[in-house]
């Protein structure tokens, strides 16, 4: 085996730091000899189970304490861990058993009938581990009694190539794919990352990310190789009383994505350095409008904050250094350590600066392929200039400054055309959160008999007192005629994927059931 396996660097961490505390949830902390000791047991009970080697195992939980102990019992066990959101309804969460041919689920009480449900279209799973359960009922086991049994994991000679994670993705057009990346992968792309940030031991990583999504996934995955302390948050729905949390623990990094940084910026009563301890923030998923990091700079002076660009393929694919920021505050930056981003014309030529093109992504840290979909896999990959490479193709349209410094444009099935012209939806997004009184908002297309598509604004207000007219004449100011909102409809909130990114599909879908 060359390089390390991801459960390795929980084993190494627990050597160096066996009594600190590695995952705090709630009311329950585990030190790092704690979570070392607990995923050998449950490891043990699921290879007992017949568990073996690249066999999958559905992870459908909370975030949680238990959802840790049970990705480094599977990768303990030579499996590979399937996360899915606990929000997933049990027809998706049948399609994913049957898509990767799951042996097994690990799930919790309160999620137990939809997992039955699923299960019972799911012949390739054959048992079910329940925390918080008492006793074993139609084939799950209580997660307690696995991790009470002081059992060791049989060796399983699984090696850094075998699959670590099949993370599915959103399913934006069609069923969702399953995105395979291996230990070799996730070792890149964790210790990339965790270069840039400049990651410490003595981190305190407080996340409400779900652990079903990389983003989320990844700040376990580079908390427990750091040996630092992630603080698990189920949601974000509180903000103050995740600041709370965050002033007791002293958090000094915060994870979060656009629709977070907006809904802490509507806190009231909250004073610049209300969190002396935080030394960085990082956005992802989506970028950060330029307003929103000028206001949170306000807010947090010492702070570093981190724009970056990523997909499930890649985990990460660029970042800005902060110092860039007042620079280039528009800018997802360059790619990461030990990688390279660069965009393409149609024709697969590398574009000069200011042209608009697709990102490729070229590294380690690049996606095996889809689970069991070779025409999908043909079309994100393809062959690099080193023998055997594969680049993955994006999907995303950027441009480069003289610098190089990357810029998200749009997705290519998220562009509008509308009075015979091509926008882009984030560029009238960053006019949108500069408009005063304006909370988040998110831009699609609707069918227009004369303009072919319309621009049309969902709005987040911050000022309950903002018109739709006011709104209208603010992006006049700003934007070029064609770009500027034919309407605007204020709502309560925005859809969102289940990772927390506002999704202009579900949007156009809920304007699709109005009309």
Not at 241 to 255: I, W
Not at 293 to 321: N, V
Not at 396 to 424: H, M, N, P, Q
Request: hydrophobic residues 40%; negative net charge.
């Amino acid at each position: 085996m060359t390089g390390p396996r991801v459960e390795e660097l929980l084993r190494r961490s627990a050597g160096a730091h066996a009594g600190k505390a590695a995952v705090v949830a709630g009311d329950r902390r585990l030190t790092y000899g704690d979570l070392d000791i607990m995923s050998e047991r449950l490891a043990a009970c699921l290879q007992s189970r017949g568990v073996g080697r690249n066999d999958r195992v559905i992870v459908f939980m909370d975030n949680g304490w238990e959802a840790a102990v049970s990705i480094y019992a599977t990768l303990k066990a030579g499996a590979t861990f399937v996360p899915v959101n606990p929000s997933t309804k049990a027809g998706r969460l049948g399609f994913v058993m049957r898509n990767c041919r799951a042996s097994a689920i690990l799930t919790q009480a309160r999620l137990q009938p939809v997992a039955a449900t699923a299960i019972g279209s799911s012949p390739s799973v054959a048992f079910g581990i329940v925390a918080g359960a008492e006793e074993a009922t139609d084939g799950f086991t209580p997660f307690a009694d696995c991790i009470a049994n002081a059992a060791t994991p049989l060796p399983h000679g699984g090696g850094a190539d075998d699959l670590a994670h099949l993370i599915y993705t959103s399913g934006s057009t069609g069923e969702p794919k399953g995105v395979m990346m291996t230990h070799r992968n996730v070792e890149a792309a964790a210790s990339s990352i965790t270069a840039y940030l400049g990651g410490k031991h003595d981190d305190i990583v407080l996340s409400a990310l779900p652990l079903a999504f990389g983003y989320g996934l990844y700040q376990l995955i580079m908390a427990v190789r750091l040996g630092a302390t992630l603080v698990l948050e189920k949601s974000f729905a509180f903000p103050y009383t995740v600041f709370e949390t965050m002033q007791k623990e002293r958090a000094t990094a915060l994870p979060l994505v656009p629709t977070m940084a907006a809904m802490i910026l509507q806190m009231r009563d909250l004073e610049p350095g209300a969190l002396p301890d935080l030394r960085y923030m990082t956005s992802a998923a989506a970028p950060l409008p330029p307003e929103h990091i000028r206001r949170l700079r306000e807010l947090f002076p010492h702070m570093r904050l981190y724009s970056m660009y990523g997909q499930t393929e890649c985990m990460r694919g660029t970042y800005l250094p902060p110092e860039e920021l007042d620079r280039r505050p528009e800018s997802v930056g360059i790619a990461i350590p030990g990688t390279e981003a660069f965009i393409i014309d149609e024709q697969g030529e590398r574009t000069a600066p200011g042209v608009i093109g697709e990102l490729v992504i070229r590294g380690p840290h690049v996606m095996q392929g889809y689970w069991d979909d070779e025409a999908a896999t043909l079309r994100a990959l393809h062959p690099g200039p080193m023998p055997g490479e594969r680049e993955l193709h994006t999907g995303d349209l950027f441009r480069a400054d003289e610098d190089g410094f990357l810029y998200f444009v749009s997705r290519k099935d998220d562009i509008i055309k509308t009075r015979g012209e091509k926008v882009a939806p984030r560029q009238v997004e960053t006019v949108l959160h500069a408009c005063p009184g304006v909370a988040e908002a998110l831009v699609i297309g609707i069918d227009d008999a004369v303009l072919g598509k319309a621009i049309h604004a969902l709005v987040i207000r911050s000022d309950p007192a903002l018109t739709e007219r006011e709104v209208i004449r603010y992006c006049a100011r700003h934007l070029e005629d064609f770009m500027v909102p034919k309407s605007v409809e204020f709502r309560a909130d925005l859809p969102h994927t289940d990772s927390g990114k506002a999704s202009r599909r579900l949007a156009a879908q809920s304007m699709d059931r109005t009309s």
